[in-house]
């Protein structure tokens, strides 16, 4: 199956055209009839296209099963995470070989009676005779009595929360349906707090719940009818107040409640300014407020509690600086941490709240990933930390914050073997049309060539303002051991050079996303690191849409690639307000009612652009039940790529029971990750 000719005859849905005329324009849609879900014919041409996928990936069914047997082989099957103390317990997830889903446990301190395990939650029987589930959230109450939890059943993400009596061992009766996940808990232990998903599957009222009353009768605490805001609910560490957070993609407000109060109503912190966004915790009559205003990158403020809506009193406590993103923070009853990101690089430092005196978290690489882990505590002097670099396995750390000094905990175990020293990672950078520099990781065997010969991974996002860490990854040592360069570009819209690089990759400069991406494609060329015959690209989500952008504008510096639920038919989608999540998206791409990003949209997405040229080979996944990206878009995306471009195997590979993050059972993902694989190492080994 190495030439066109030999591939047996796709799929071709019929072409219904549907006219749509914006701005004085007219297009023809010819696949829009793909989004009538309930039509009989969608789901058999999603069916077809899988049948015929199958078909093309059957010569590479045996990489297959060697890569997912690889990816086994380097997993700990019987395992548990690092406990997590919290008052007299701890709090772990173990792991059982054979089984797709952990189970939460807990423990009593030693020092306690009772130091037993005590599965609270056991995922495999809830997943059991389902097709698809994924968790939540779970929250325990102050007491420890209660846990509740949320499931999402069909990949949806529109979850049931229920809530688990510990002591009794049986679920309440209540079940509540139609909620985002979300949930915090009033320190009676009694009354806990939701959100309800609107009709557009928008979390927008907030919802307060008695334990063993009908959820019929819940209270309405706060709603928001803005459909750019988002809702969800959190605490503050030390118990002091519930959180309602309200925001956008650009703007955010709080609101206060006073948790020993059940009936207390919601106090705003700081309203809604557009641009604004802040973040708060509250320790000992103040608030700390981590925001961007009056500051790009960031600041945290000090506030008094009793005077917080007195800007007078709005003391900085560190201020911004121009290359030094603040990111996050934790704070604790004698210290506060502070996760920065500078030249693409997380850094820790801890202020002792007493002193003033601060210490860095020194880790000896140059290139890695650091984040906060679960700090639940209030009273400790202990940050858990996760740590992992290209070449290093993750680590969990605790560091001491009043001897500043980092104690090791774990390190993920590699079962069947793995020598760091045997890997080398660094840090390149292209240049991108407009001159500016672009960050490149890269990793890669210490004993693959660089002459060009080397098969390699570009990986790219983009949007949004995240970043793609420099982390480490079990199942790409398959492909670093074939010989493989993994790269990851950093491109404008993510966020690893602060919030000037977010910027400059959105809205009406959304193209230099794509821009820097074949830069840093070229530069590997350039550099001899591979060539394009030997190049394919990634990327999920919005970076299924940079995919897009990408090989419609250069198809010639790709021999493959994949796109993972692609957000590709973005003009349609920013242009239905009846969507989910396109209201609140339009702070990220635009809105299209308006004629300057009307333009800039319909030049650069992917479905309104594909020309009748040679595509790289292609593997694009979809899920049935995607709320973010609907199936419809990558299905419309490949049935226009092959009745129009004149060259490329197009492959749609739809999962029928999973939503926009797949499969959630860890055999499942590993299954799916080694057939991504597979098309990867099939296509590239029939490049030359």
């Given at each position: 199956m190495s030439t066109h000719g030999q591939w047996p005859k796709p799929p071709r849905p019929p072409q219904r055209a549907s006219a749509i005329t914006a701005h004085g324009e007219t297009r023809i849609d010819e696949f829009a009839w793909l989004r009538n879900r309930v039509d009989p014919q969608v789901a058999a041409y999603l069916?077809?296209?899988?049948?015929?996928?199958?078909?093309?990936?059957?010569?590479?069914?045996?990489?297959?099963?060697?890569?997912?047997?690889?990816?086994?082989?380097?997993?700990?099957?019987?395992?548990?995470?690092?406990?997590?103390?919290?008052?007299?317990?701890?709090?772990?997830?173990?792991?059982?070989?054979?089984?797709?889903?952990?189970?939460?446990?807990?423990?009593?301190?030693?020092?306690a009676s009772g130091g037993g395990e005590e599965i609270i939650l056991d995922l495999n029987r809830l997943a059991s005779e389902r097709e698809y589930f994924a968790l939540g959230s779970a929250q325990i109450s102050p007491d420890h009595r209660y846990l509740a939890y949320s499931e999402d059943l069909d990949g949806s993400e529109r979850y049931i929360l229920r809530i688990h009596d510990l002591i009794e061992g049986r679920t309440l009766a209540e079940a509540i349906a139609q909620t985002s996940g979300t949930v915090a808990w009033f320190n009676d232990s009694q009354t806990l707090i939701y959100t309800l998903l609107d009709e557009t599957q928008r979390p927008w009222r907030v919802m307060r719940h008695r334990l063993g009353e009908s959820p019929t009768g819940d209270i309405e605490v706060l709603r928001e009818e803005n459909a750019a805001y988002f809702v969800d609910v959190d605490k503050t560490k030390d118990q002091r107040y519930l959180l309602i957070n309200l925001a956008s993609n650009i703007t955010s407000e709080v609101h206060l409640l006073d948790a020993d109060d059940t009936q207390a109503r919601p106090i705003c912190f700081r309203q809604r300014e557009e641009g604004i966004e802040y973040s708060l915790e509250h320790r000992a009559g103040e608030f700390f407020v981590l925001t961007n205003r009056a500051a790009v990158n960031f600041q945290l403020l000090r506030i008094p509690t009793d005077r917080f809506t007195e800007e007078s009193s709005w003391q900085p406590f560190v201020v911004q600086r121009d290359h030094v993103m603040?990111?996050?923070?934790?704070?604790?009853?004698?210290?506060?941490?502070?996760?920065?990101?500078?030249?693409?690089?997380?850094r820790v430092w801890v202020c002792d709240l007493e002193t003033g005196t601060w210490s860095a978290v020194a880790f000896g690489e140059c290139l890695y990933a650091v984040d906060f882990g679960d700090n639940p505590a209030f009273k400790t002097d202990r940050l858990r930390l996760m740590y992992s670099s290209l070449v290093t396995p993750p680590r969990v750390y605790d560091y001491d914050m009043a001897k500043a000094k980092l104690h090791l905990l774990k390190q993920r175990e590699i079962?069947?073997?793995?020598?760091?020293?045997?890997?080398?990672?660094?840090?390149?950078?292209?240049?991108?049309?407009?001159?500016?520099?672009?960050?490149?990781?890269?990793?890669?065997?210490?004993?693959?060539?660089?002459?060009?010969?080397?098969?390699?991974?570009?990986?790219?996002?983009g949007s949004y303002g995240l970043c793609t860490e420099p982390a480490f990854s079990s199942s790409r040592i398959s492909l670093l051991e074939r010989g493989f360069i993994y790269?990851?570009?950093?491109?404008?819209?993510?966020?690893?050079?602060?919030?000037?690089?977010?910027?400059?990759?959105k809205l009406l400069r959304k193209p230099n996303t794509f821009a820097d991406f074949i830069a840093c494609a070229q530069l590997l060329i350039d550099t001899q690191y591979t060539r394009a015959a030997r190049l394919a690209a990634m990327g999920g989500s919005a970076g299924g849409l940079l995919i897009g952008a990408v090989v419609n504008s250069r198809p010639d510096l790709f021999r493959a690639a994949v796109a993972e639920v692609p957000f590709v038919d973005v003009l349609n989608t920013m242009a239905?307000?009846?969507?989910?999540?396109?209201?609140?998206?339009?702070?990220?791409?635009?809105?299209?009612?308006?004629?300057?990003?009307?333009?800039?949209?319909?030049?650069?997405?992917?479905?309104?652009?594909?020309?009748?040229?040679?595509?790289?080979?292609?593997?694009?996944?979809?899920?049935?039940?995607?709320?973010?990206?609907?199936?419809?878009?990558?299905?419309?995306?490949?049935?226009?790529?092959?009745?129009?471009?004149?060259?490329?195997?197009?492959?749609?590979?739809?999962?029928?029971?999973?939503?926009?993050?797949?499969?959630?059972?860890?055999?499942?993902?590993?299954?799916?990750?080694?057939?991504?694989f597979s098309f990867i190492l099939q296509r590239l080994e029939r490049s030359e």
């Open positions: 069916e077809a296209e899988n049948r015929y996928t199958a078909t093309i990936m059957e010569p590479a069914r045996g990489i297959s099963e060697r890569l997912y047997e690889e990816f086994v082989s380097r997993v700990r099957e019987d395992d548990e995470t690092v406990p997590v103390r919290l008052d007299a317990y701890q709090y772990y997830t173990r792991t059982c070989a054979g089984s797709e889903y952990p189970l939460l446990c807990r423990r009593r301190d030693a020092a603040l990111e996050g923070f934790e704070l604790f009853a004698h210290h506060l941490a502070l996760l920065t990101r500078e030249a693409g690089i997380g079962p069947c073997g793995y020598d760091p020293a045997h890997y080398r990672s660094e840090r390149l950078w292209a240049r991108s049309a407009d001159g500016v520099p672009v960050p490149i990781s890269i990793v890669r065997h210490r004993d693959t060539p660089l002459d060009g010969s080397a098969r390699c991974l570009l990986y790219g996002y790269a990851i570009a950093h491109t404008r819209g993510g966020g690893e050079l602060g919030e000037h690089w977010k910027n400059a990759g239905d307000p009846s969507l989910p999540l396109t209201v609140l998206e339009y702070d990220e791409w635009g809105d299209p009612a308006e004629r300057r990003y009307y333009e800039i949209i319909r030049n650069y997405a992917p479905y309104e652009n594909i020309y009748s040229q040679r595509y790289p080979d292609m593997l694009v996944i979809a899920g049935w039940n995607d709320p973010r990206v609907h199936y419809w878009e990558p299905a419309k995306w490949v049935a226009r790529l092959r009745s129009r471009a004149s060259g490329g195997l197009f492959l749609l590979k739809t999962d029928m029971d999973a939503g926009h993050s797949g499969v959630h059972g860890r055999y499942q993902a590993l299954k799916e990750q080694a057939f991504v």
